[in-house]
C-alpha cells in the first residue's frame, strides 16, 4: 500500500477554482489507479473521478464533468484534482485513494488519505 496525504483544499467563492494535490510515497505507485472521492456532512462518500496507472485513461462522476480534470505526474509521486467552475454543493472533505484493480467503488480502493476539506460560499 501507499502513504498518501491530500492538500489544496480550502474557501473559495462559487465560481472560483481550486486545484487538490496527493502525495504519495512507496515505489508501487505507478501500479496503482488512484481516484478522489468527496463525503460531505450526512451523506455517504461519493465517487468523483479516477485515473489509470498511466494516466490515459479518466473517469468522472457525472456531478464534476466539464468542471474538473484528474491528472497524475509519475514522476513526482502525485496526483492531482483541478476543480474549476466550482458550485456550493462541492463542498465537501476530498479524499485522495488508491487501488491495484480498476474501480469506482470506495471499497476497492485500499490506501487512503486524510483528506482535505473543500468549502465553496454562494
Known amino acids: 500500500q501507499v502513504q498518501l496525504v491530500e492538500s489544496g483544499g480550502g474557501l473559495v467563492q462559487a465560481g472560483g477554482s481550486l486545484r487538490l494535490s496527493c502525495a504519495a510515497s512507496g515505489r508501487t505507485f505507478r501500479k496503482y489507479a488512484m481516484g478522489w472521492f468527496r463525503q460531505a456532512p450526512g451523506k455517504e462518500r461519493e465517487f468523483v473521478a479516477t485515473?489509470?496507472?498511466?494516466?490515459?485513461?479518466?473517469y468522472l462522476a457525472d456531478s464534476v464533468k466539464g468542471r474538473f480534470t484528474i491528472s497524475r505526474d509519475n514522476a513526482k509521486n502525485t496526483v492531482y484534482l483541478q476543480m474549476n467552475n466550482l458550485k456550493p454543493e462541492d463542498t465537501a472533505v476530498y479524499y485522495c485513494?488508491?487501488?491495484?484493480?480498476?474501480?469506482?467503488?470506495?471499497?476497492?480502493?485500499?490506501?487512503w488519505g486524510q483528506g482535505t476539506q473543500v468549502t465553496v460560499s454562494s
Open positions: 485513494a488508491g487501488t491495484t484493480g480498476w474501480s469506482t467503488s470506495p471499497a476497492s480502493f485500499n490506501s
Open positions: 485515473i489509470s496507472w498511466g494516466g490515459g485513461t479518466t
